[in-house]
């Protein structure tokens, strides 16, 4: 099931994402999401697990999961019926093997998509070879027949209703352990076909798996955000109020399927017959207990809500949408960094904040708090490099396109300079910290010009964060480079104006050493804004290459005539401003 439901997210890729996206816009519309994608991935476990990430990653609301975990498990009855169906009454041993031989060449192909194919058709076979193993070896073992199994079972049967309610935590509890409702429901069935289990110890069995199957989801859930956390345990509150309900009406309502199977598969083979009943209650049940729930979405958000408090530092101080274990999988992992890295930029335009506030502090308690929390900012800004950087590092070790691969590629150089920003604030504040500590102050002239040369920058990182956070690329990237070209001409401006002002004794020059720093160091963060937006653009055109591939040649003989529109007499007269240029043309060609 875990090969199977693997190869084909690799075979669906970013188009299970996109559709998961666009077709839970409502609760209807969702719920018919999770029961396709379930009936097609064969395992509600990867569709929740998969739903929790992506509540995790930020592309699904908290009530689109809620409804996409409901159609999970409408969804999940379909194996039940294809093991029921093919395990059971099709001899399956004569298909096993031809598609182990038809899987093993394509899983050895070079071809992604023919890799992943094999890998399904390999899963799909090894889930019936272990099928038919488990029931012959069943039917061997001769359980029907076993004493201590039948005085265990009779005994049990003398509890009554309790002997329901101990099958339905012996089947949580297997679940729980083999982290598969799918695995467990064919042990069911199997013991119910060869006659060891009645129907409705069966049936007790089939319910503990709904309930043990929430297990998963809630583990792959632990290291995520609240909203994770909070679409897992939904998931648990939906199947455990299914499974109490189910059973004040349990007898009538196990005997109302039963006479349906009979009604409609009159006169067949009493081992099949009991497998058709468990797959038939397995459905009914989850489609009467959707019907009920749809209506009721927003109260389960709201419990959940109330139930899961996100913690304290969650939103400041953690990677919010990068973690470990369970929610790694393949294609999520571009867009978890990619979420993570809009975080860090706007964690950075933040930091510049506090650096603006922190000029105007003159309160030393007050200007100390400030300060130390630019450094903690500082720290997380280097810690969070590392991590997305590690993090894309192992993503790229996989098995990606080379459109993924240059992706990657651009995100990691996006994080560096991200880093440089944080660096760049942090020395701004440390600038200001000197100030603060000597004896003298700015003049209203210059504090007038580094409010002038702040607002720039802000304007820079606002236009920045904006980028990063584009998915539709609809934000103009010229702004990007006029505002860096504003921010060079005004630096030279200052730099050369500095000079005057410090010779006609404006200002003493240790004043003017720290002016210009300031000065100075906007300008070095305006560049390291660039460079994030030029690794922003480069991703947004590797994403469009292969549908408009001119488009790359375009811009690429776009940028080589500005480089030969720079010349060498240019660049002595400009240093600083065409120098820059010329270095960013040169760059985009590369």
């Known amino acids: 099931m875990k090969t199977m439901s693997e190869a084909l997210q690799k075979l669906t ?67 039940a019926w294809i093991m029921s169906v093919f395990g059971f009454q099709i001899d399956m041993n004569n298909l096993i093997f031809p598609l182990f031989a038809l899987a093993v060449p394509l899983i050895f192909s070079n071809k992604s998509q023919k890799k992943s194919f094999g890998e399904f058709i390999f899963g799909f076979a090894f889930m019936f070879l272990g099928l038919t193993t488990l029931r012959e070896n069943a039917m061997h073992m001769d359980l029907e027949h076993n004493a201590a199994i039948l005085g265990f079972i009779t005994s049990c049967k003398e509890w009554g209703f309790l002997s329901i309610l101990l099958f339905l935590l012996i089947g949580s509890i297997i679940t729980m352990c083999a982290q598969s409702s799918a695995a467990v429901m064919a042990i069911t069935l199997i013991l119910c076909s060869s006659g060891v289990l009645d129907l409705y110890l069966g049936i007790a069995l089939v319910m503990g798996e709904n309930i043990g199957t929430t297990v998963t989801s809630n583990i792959a859930a632990l290291t995520a955000n609240a909203q994770a956390r909070r679409a897992a345990l939904a998931h648990f509150i939906f199947n455990t109020f299914g499974v109490i309900w189910i059973l004040c009406i349990f007898h009538p309502f196990v005997n109302m399927v039963s006479d349906m199977v009979e009604h409609l598969f009159p006169g067949g083979n009493p081992e099949v017959a009991i497998t058709y009943k468990l797959s038939a209650f397995h459905t009914a049940f989850n489609i009467c207990n959707v019907l009920i729930l749809i209506w009721f979405i927003k109260p389960i958000e ?72 630019i450094e903690k900012y500082e720290n997380i800004s280097d810690n969070m490099e590392l991590e997305i950087a590690n993090y894309l590092n192992q993503v790229s070790e996989g098995r990606l396109s080379s459109e993924s691969k240059l992706k990657i590629r651009a995100m990691l150089r996006e994080v560096t300079e991200i880093e440089s920003i944080g660096d760049s604030c942090y020395n701004l504040a440390r600038t200001i910290n000197h100030k603060y500590r000597g004896n003298e102050d700015f003049t209203e ?146």
């Open 302 to 373: 709201k419990i959940v809500c109330w139930v899961i408090k996100p913690k304290e530092d969650e939103e400041e101080f953690r990677l919010r949408f990068i973690t470990g274990g369970l929610l790694s999988t393949a294609e999520l992992s571009i867009v978890q960094a990619r979420k993570e890295i809009n975080l860090f930029a706007e964690r950075t335009r933040r930091m510049f904040g506090m650096v603006r506030d922190l000029l105007h502090i003159s309160n030393e308690n007050d200007f100390n708090k400030l300060f130390s929390r």
């Open 445 to 590: 002239k210059q504090y007038s010009h580094i409010h002038q040369m702040f607002q720039l920058t802000d304007d820079a990182l606002n236009q920045m964060v904006s980028l990063v956070e584009d998915e539709g690329h609809q934000v103009d990237v010229n702004k990007s480079f006029n505002l860096e070209n504003e921010i060079n001409n005004y630096r030279s401006q200052l730099k050369n104006q500095n000079v005057l002002d410090v010779n006609n004794k404006e200002y003493d020059y240790q004043m003017g050493v720290h002016y210009m720093d300031l000065i100075g160091e906007c300008e070095k963060l305006g560049d390291y804004i660039v460079n994030v937006v030029e690794a922003r653009t480069f991703g947004a055109v590797v994403a469009l290459g292969r549908r408009h591939g001119h488009m790359g040649a375009a811009a690429v003989t776009h940028d080589l005539r500005h480089v030969g529109e720079i010349d060498v007499h240019q660049v002595a007269l400009h240093r600083d401003d065409l120098g820059d240029a010329l270095g960013r043309r040169t760059q985009n060609v590369v």
């Open 13 to 79: 890729g970013g188009q299970l994402r996109h559709f998961l996206g666009a077709m839970t816009t409502n609760r209807f519309t969702g719920l018919l999401t999770g029961a396709f994608v379930t009936a097609s991935v064969q395992s509600s476990t990867a569709t929740t697990v998969m739903t929790v990430s992506f509540v995790n990653a930020g592309l699904l609301t908290l009530a689109q999961a809620i409804s996409v975990i409901m159609g999970a498990n409408i969804g999940t009855t379909v194996t």
